[in-house]
């Protein structure tokens, strides 16, 4: 088979790899279409501690059973499957609690374990029995469903927000994920979302996702059009969507009183260390909320979105490369080309 291989930090190689053999309880899957993450991205770049090479990289990945075990049950040659890539241990105090998110020993494809940069992708016995092989419907758009593990991202963030009718929602960052938000946000019932960025080009992109209102903080000042719109009351909720500490501070600054705040992208190391004001928090009686990755659960509502097109996954995908191009891929994420690139396996 064809497969991307990571061998370090700028370091990556299409090579011949024989297909995995699969055991009794496995699952192999013939991949079709793997999206690009941007900690794909920043793993090419940098380097990961828990991504030790060689290793196939990429985990948003959508794809077709070639071949099951044979105890494997519920499953058949030829099912469509989305890949949920958090592999929880199923036992600790997380994962007991319904967070398996945050579980204390988890194990996670394309980065602890082969991912979907490749044409054939081995699913062990542990990972087909706890459900992170999700089964499609026989007519489900396998590049569309490729964006089901970062939705279901959104969908943990929002889940601790709480977004109902008629709230005005401040999204800050019109990446693939600030897109995201804004679909889910007026899914909700949100009755106002503004979204704003640096990039007019891609506010215009992400804007066609049901946003109401496009601001480029680059030529406006956000406070003020923001407190514009909201007759100077300030939003419900705000989320950042972007890794930038200036974002942060603003969200404290534009949400009304009792409104929440979603940290939901995390901070570059290094820079991680932001000083905001507290008595925001104090006197107004604001919730501040972070956000980490997902469960299985909400892989499942995300697939649901999707398929039922109440999230539209065609004004997110808006490139798709083959294997070959997949440092190319990179560096147009890297550079905020577009906003979601899928590779065709």
Known sequence: MKAAVYYGPKDIRIE????????????LVRVQYCAICG???????????????????GHELTGIIEKVGSQVKNYQTGDKIVLVPIMPCGTCEFCLKGKSNLCDHVSTFGYTLDGGFAEYIKIPENAVKRG?????????????T???????????????????????????????????????????????????????????????????????????????????????KGVDIAITACSVPVAQEQALQLVRKAGKVSFFAGLPKGNSVNALDMNIVHYKE??????????????????????????????????????????????????GQGLKIAIKL
Request: glycine fraction near 10%.
């Open 16 to 27: 011949e790899r024989e297909i995995p053999q699969i055991g009794a309880g496995d699952v």
């Open 39 to 57: 900690t794909d991205v920043r793993i090419y770049n940098y380097g990961q501690a828990n991504v030790v090479p060689p290793r196939i990289t």
């Open 132 to 144: 992170n092989v999700i089964k499609l419907t026989d007519d489900a758009d396998l590049l569309g």
């Open 146 to 232: 490729s964006i089901t593990e970062p939705l279901s991202c959104v969908i943990n963030g929002q889940e601790y927000l709480d977004i109902g009718l008629g709230d005005t929602v401040l999204v800050i960052g019109a990446g693939t994920i600030g897109a995201m938000h804004v679909s889910l946000a007026k899914a909700r019932g949100a009755a106002k979302v503004i979204l704003a960025d640096i990039e007019q080009a891609r506010l215009e992109l992400s804007g066609k996702c049901g946003a109401d209102y496009l601001v480029n903080s680059k030529t406006s000042d956000l406070i003020a059009e923001v407190m514009r719109i909201t007759e100077g």
């Open 286 to 335: 604001i919730s501040v909320f972070g956000a980490y990755g997902s469960t299985i659960a909400q892989n499942m509502k995300a697939y649901q979105l999707l398929s039922n097109k109440i999230i539209d996954a065609g004004k997110i995908i808006t490139h798709v490369l083959p294997l070959e191009q997949l440092t190319d891929g990179f560096e147009m994420v890297k550079k």
